[in-house]
């Protein structure tokens, strides 16, 4: 087997366990919310979260990024510690001036979030942003170091709290106020835990190696990047929150329900790019591209697969929902569109990040929001949920076109569009099917969809079969030689 194919899948599958283990976490988690929580409790739940992933994105000025595209090429005099520790500080002294700025305006903003005045709202609001801010620069170390064990310890251990722990609350306060608490609480002890075993990252004294150099080096790939986190925010939370406008937070709750069950798509595309940008790091130099465009090709094949296999299995998952949420079921695979085009997205448009014009994706991501808010406005006044997941993916559409282009003008990697157009084509048409038809003749249309993606991917099923047989080989061979030993 190929050395470098062998690494390259060797790393994404140890990335990408976090994800997985957080998909069954999630799978256990969703039954268990649509049971204990009336449908407007957990819009509000919902939204919070929604603001504080805005808030928390907004405060990273970009560094996160900065700080991965600078990890193996450090600028100026600085050294991994000392870029680690600015990129931290620096993020995390704004959230904590954003906050209290914020705090005069308390009121408002926890009206936004559950509908009425609260300052306990508003106080775990802050605690949890700050620490959203902190886990994020946490993990970049492990996955920049491509150290996968203790990247999926501390992810899973995350997803363990943020996921099932506080739902615990719901046995017997099944309220959106009292789960955000509990929510708050065990993500600040967590974070605490986390900072303590992380201590030797922070040089202390980080300030000695900051030269001018290094801050305008971060300075001008990060800040382009500060408005492309609001309007990715808006790409992702647009549709709930025209929703809790137009419909009410009983309508985003079950809009909620539904992406939750969507994001399964995440089991591939969060392990892929936790991996995904320093690979491209250690190699976009290489003569061999074509490395890139087979990594294209066999993440549009298992993307689009899984999609259509989740929207197969649709009935027996949308059943662990609870009854109030299962209307959802009819536009749900509209929701696999975004994080597949995002994902993608990623292996077309690696040419941005590489020739360091990171104010296209300001554009990009202007465009793509500007559009996805027309689009909810035209389309949920008349269609409801199903309106707001049809904009969601629509807009993603737009926005993987549009990074390919721009990204493929700096750095080529398709050798072919047919994939692109291949996954989007098969995805649309199961999901406008899904929403049109009923009964078995859904089933028998959901089948051939299949089964027409697997045989327009049989060379990447093949490839995939394959390999998958060389790694459990390659493994099955050192467990051999740990017990000869």
């Known amino acids: 087997m190929e050395k470098s194919k062998q690494t390259f899948l060797k790393n994404m599958v140890g990335f990408s366990m976090v994800t997985w283990i957080s998909f069954?976490?999630?799978?256990?988690?969703?039954?268990?919310?649509?049971?204990?929580?009336?449908?407007?409790?957990?819009?509000?739940?919902?939204?919070?979260?929604?603001?504080?992933?805005?808030?928390?994105?907004?405060?990273?000025?970009?560094?996160?990024?900065?700080?991965?595209?600078?990890?193996?090429?450090?600028?100026g005099r600085s050294t991994r510690k000392s870029l680690f520790t600015f990129c931290t500080v620096v993020p995390l002294g704004f959230a904590a001036?954003?906050?209290?700025?914020?705090?005069?305006?308390?009121?408002?903003?926890?009206?936004?979030?559950?509908?009425?005045?609260?300052?306990?709202?508003?106080?775990?609001?802050?605690?949890?942003?700050?620490?959203?801010?902190?886990?994020?620069?946490?993990?970049?170390?492990?996955?920049?170091?491509?150290?996968?064990?203790?990247?999926?310890?501390?992810?899973?251990?995350?997803?363990?709290?943020?996921?099932?722990?506080?739902?615990?609350?719901?046995?017997?306060?099944?309220?959106?106020?009292?789960?955000?608490?509990?929510?708050?609480?065990?993500?600040?002890?967590?974070?605490?835990?986390?900072?303590?075993?992380?201590?030797?990252?922070?040089?202390?004294?980080?300030?000695r190696h900051t030269d001018a150099e290094t801050v305008r080096a971060l300075g001008a790939f990060a800040l382009p990047l500060v408005p492309m986190s609001l309007l990715s925010w808006l790409n992702s939370y647009t549709s709930p929150l025209v929703l809790k406008h137009l419909l009410g937070y009983s309508a985003t709750g079950i809009y909620t329900s539904a992406l939750g069950l969507a994001s399964t798509i995440s089991i591939i595309e969060t392990g892929?790019?936790?991996?995904?940008?320093?690979?491209?790091?250690?190699?976009?130099?290489?003569?061999?591209?074509?490395?890139?465009?087979?990594?294209h090709r066999l993440m549009a094949c298992m993307l689009t697969l899984f999609g259509l296999g989740i929207t197969l299995l649709q009935t027996p998952v949308f059943l662990l929902l609870g009854k109030a949420y299962r209307s959802s079921v009819v536009f749900f695979p509209f929701l696999f569109l975004t994080p597949i085009c995002y994902c993608l997205g990623e292996t077309t448009s690696m040419g941005i990040d590489l020739s360091k014009k990171t104010y296209w994706k300001t554009i990009?991501?202007?465009?793509?929001?500007?559009?996805?808010?027309?689009?909810?406005?035209?389309?949920?006044?008349?269609?409801?949920?199903?309106?707001?997941?049809l904009a969601s993916a629509l807009s993603a559409v737009l926005t993987?076109?549009?990074?390919t282009v721009i990204g493929e003008h700096y750095y080529r990697v398709l050798e072919s569009s047919r994939y692109l157009l291949y996954t989007i084509g098969l995805m649309g048409v199961a999901s406008f099917g899904n929403l049109w038809l009923t009964g078995w003749i859904k089933y028998a249309f959901l089948v051939a969809v299949?089964?027409?993606a697997c045989w327009l991917y049989r060379g990447e099923l093949k490839t995939l079969m394959v390999t998958a047989g060389q790694i459990i080989a390659v493994l099955r061979q050192k467990l051999q030689g740990r017990r000869g030993a």
């Open 97 to 207: 001036l954003s906050i209290a700025v914020l705090s005069l305006f308390w009121p408002s903003v926890s009206q936004e979030i559950v509908g009425r005045p609260d300052g306990t709202v508003f106080l775990c609001f802050g605690i949890y942003s700050f620490c959203l801010v902190v886990f994020r620069f946490l993990s970049l170390c492990y996955r920049m170091e491509q150290n996968a064990l203790l990247y999926t310890i501390q992810g899973v251990l995350f997803a363990l709290l943020t996921k099932i722990a506080y739902l615990s609350v719901g046995f017997s306060a099944p309220t959106g106020r009292a789960a955000l608490m509990m929510l708050t609480a065990l993500t600040g002890v967590f974070t605490l835990v986390f900072i303590l075993l992380q201590r030797s990252r922070f040089d202390v004294h980080f300030w």
């Open 364 to 389: 990009i991501y202007l465009f793509s929001a500007v559009v996805n808010i027309a689009l909810c406005f035209v389309f949920i006044p008349f269609m409801g949920m199903s309106g707001a997941a």
């Open 400 to 403: 993987l076109i549009l990074r």
């Open 24 to 75: 069954v976490l999630g799978f256990i988690a969703s039954p268990i919310s649509t049971r204990l929580f009336p449908t407007e409790e957990l819009g509000r739940l919902s939204l919070f979260s929604s603001y504080a992933g805005l808030l928390s994105s907004l405060c990273y000025l970009g560094l996160d990024q900065a700080f991965v595209r600078f990890f193996l090429e450090t600028p």
């Open 450 to 452: 299949l089964l027409l």
């Open 272 to 295: 892929f790019n936790a991996y995904w940008a320093p690979y491209v790091l250690e190699n976009y130099k290489s003569d061999d591209s074509r490395r890139f465009y087979t990594v």
